[in-house]
């Protein structure tokens, strides 16, 4: 009896979850958004562009691609994008379901701009085992190089940050890594806000100047904590340079409980609600004592007429 | 004769030694009758725990109790003084909220809330006949300038350094005057036994989160301040699905959002949305700005026709 009741359960989930399987590939594209092209071509700044707004909108539940540790959601846990299985897809499928939606599943068209939906389908591609000849188009070939190192100088003058990535190549010179994206990041209290600005990337000399913005509170000395690194770990591994620097507006925390006002406690009460409210009370409470002792006097007043 | 009487007392005082000792055990034991019996209501969750020594031991979920480790007074000075140089303030960016209610469930967990008690709510909104619908979250607004605290005559409530606006159970008399005063309807009462007041009765009062609850108190957001403290964003903030919640500090002039973790500036997020604050012309300057229900990328699937949706 027990037997029977566990089968026709398992007979249940499974069919559950046949349904909701069928209900997962059952996402019909219409033909014309298939055909669509990938405009952008998936050079290393693209993709690197794309890596950075998937992991601001997509990995929360979708997780690192290739990995598969999305977050395990019923009925239908979301795909590895990164899986082969996916990626057989084409650019216009993608871009049709990132647009679209379904079920847990949230649409795009409006939170994420055209252009950056095309660079993480470029950044999607760079895991696509079919496509990895083809996406090797118009990059930067910088030497390789081994000891690579992170410069930092500060003009706190011009409110400028100038970065230089180098390395040493084989034959023992130093040279600048050119097209490189930099992150110039401003530890605020639950993240780091981002300033390197538009073109982050380095030029041929391995250098990248990023204008600090000119009215970015700091402290109360205009101090701030500046995390400079290599966007992509990939390439070089960790590099990253933190760095306290007196680039923002000195800004003193005022604190409301200075002052007095009507909201705050009994300490902080106003003066004229202190004054006027033990006045008043003063002020009844004396007058009732006035007419007390009129009234013992009464007595005396009664004897002396006599 | 003398013999006996000492071997009276003698017996008398193993007696009531025996006794303050058996009254001990029954009293010390009484935690653990209460474990056994939590115990065998649900056995069936078991927690893999590691113990000082290093070994692995099962424990039932059941007999777990949360621990505070800071003494009352303490958790009461550091609650009322609040976090120095700090101003917090939340973005609820209406374009995204699509009635997912994550914030509603994470808050009452984390407030030992019932599921009909709020300190967040998700509203279904339409301003006048003819305009759209929306979602909009509505926590405590942390105003500036708060009237609930004007009210209160015991300084239960406060406003600290950085904004926000706290209750303290151990001083709240009851009288509600301050859920009268809010005009933003954002206290909520303990009228009975709050959720789990057996299972928490034990836990020191934590003024930054009001936990535990207390009956014939009144309970409020409060920017989750013990998550605060530890640099953590508050709970609703966290739980978000759709990226609704901005959540940081005005002197720094930067918020983050909860679901993506990006950080933007605050006056730029405020001035390209034209941000603005629920029922401004009452003077309470709230702490909670709103970016309009613009743009949206979904079909508002709420239901008007009830009438207690509507607000």
Redesign the interface.
């Known amino acids: 009896m027990k037997n029977t009741i566990k089968n026709i359960a398992a007979l249940f989930l499974i069919f559950i979850f046949s349904g909701s399987l069928a209900n997962a590939q059952g996402w019909t594209v219409p033909n014309s958004a298939k055909k669509k092209q990938n405009p952008y071509e998936a050079t290393s700044k693209n993709v690197s562009t794309g890596k950075k707004i998937y992991n601001?909108?997509c990995k929360?539940?979708h997780g690192d691609p290739t990995i598969a540790n999305m977050l395990p959601l019923a009925p239908v846990a979301p795909t590895d994008l990164g899986a082969q299985n996916f990626l057989v897809q084409s650019d216009g499928e993608i871009y049709y379901k990132v647009n679209k939606g379904q079920g847990a599943m949230?649409?795009?068209?409006?939170?994420i701009s055209d252009e950056d939906k095309w660079m993480v389908i470029a950044f999607l591609r760079s895991f696509d085992k079919n496509k990895k000849v083809k996406q090797q188009v118009a990059e930067v070939k910088n030497p390789e190089v081994t000891d690579v190192k992170l410069e930092l100088n500060v003009n706190e003058a011009n409110k400028t940050l100038l970065a230089k990535l180098s390395g040493v190549t084989k034959k023992g010179k130093r040279v600048g890594l050119q097209g490189i994206e930099m992150s110039f990041l401003?530890k605020?209290?639950?993240?780091?806000?981002?300033v390197s600005g538009e073109d982050p990337y380095t030029n041929e000399k391995g250098d990248v100047k990023v204008q600090f913005p000119a009215?970015?509170?700091g402290?109360r000395e205009g101090q701030v904590n500046m995390l400079v690194k290599v966007t992509d770990d990939d390439f070089y591994g960790k590099l990253e340079e933190a760095r306290v620097v007196t680039l923002g507006v000195p800004?003193d925390?005022?604190?409301?409980?200075d002052e007095r006002?009507?909201?705050?406690?009994?300490a902080n009460a106003p003066i004229w609600i202190i004054v006027t409210f033990v006045g008043g009370v003063l002020a009844i409470w004396s007058v009732i004592f006035l007419v007390l002792f009129q009234m013992i006097k009464l007595p005396k007043l009664a004897k002396s007429k006599d | 004769m003398k013999e006996e009487t000492s071997n009276n007392s003698r017996r008398k005082f193993l007696k009531s030694f025996g006794i303050s000792v058996g009254a001990a055990g029954v009293v010390s034991s009484f935690s653990l009758i209460g474990a056994a019996k939590a115990a065998a209501k649900k056995p069936a969750e078991m927690v893999n725990l590691l113990t000082q020594d290093g070994q692995l031991v099962q424990v039932d979920k059941n007999q777990l109790r949360p621990t505070v480790n800071e003494p009352l007074d303490e958790l009461q000075k550091r609650g009322r003084e609040g976090i120095p140089g700090k101003s917090f303030v939340m973005v609820i960016d209406l374009s995204k909220c699509r009635n997912a209610r994550k914030c509603m469930s994470a808050c009452q967990n984390h407030h030992q809330l019932r599921a009909d008690q709020h300190h967040i709510n998700v509203l279904q909104m339409q301003d006048a006949d003819h305009t759209a619908p929306y979602f909009m979250p509505k926590p405590c607004q942390h105003c500036d300038n708060p009237p609930c605290t004007k009210v209160c005559p015991v300084d239960a409530t406060f406003k600290r350094q950085d904004g926000i606006v706290l209750i303290d159970n151990e001083r709240c008399i009851g009288c509600r005057f301050c859920i009268a005063a809010c005009p933003y309807s954002a206290r909520i009462f303990q009228w009975t036994e709050p959720k789990d007041a057996e299972k928490y009765k034990d836990l020191t009062y934590n003024i930054e989160a009001n936990v535990p609850q207390k009956k014939g108190t009144v309970s409020k957001c409060l920017f989750s301040a013990d998550r605060l403290r530890e640099d953590k964003l508050p709970s609703c903030v966290s739980a978000c699905p759709n990226g609704v919640y901005y959540f940081g500090d005005r002197n720094e002039d930067a918020v983050t959002n909860g679901t993506s973790g990006e950080t933007v500036r605050f006056s730029k997020l405020i001035e390209d949305n034209a941000g603005y604050t629920l029922m401004e012309e009452l003077g309470t300057k709230p702490r909670v700005y709103y970016l309009p229900p613009k743009n949206r990328a979904f079909e508002f699937n709420g239901d008007l026709l009830n009438e207690e949706n509507l607000h």
């Open positions: 601001l909108h929360s539940c949230p649409t795009f068209e409006k939170t401003v605020r209290s639950f993240g780091y806000l981002d009215d970015l509170p402290d800004t925390p005022v604190n409301p409980l006002a009507m909201w705050g406690t009994r």
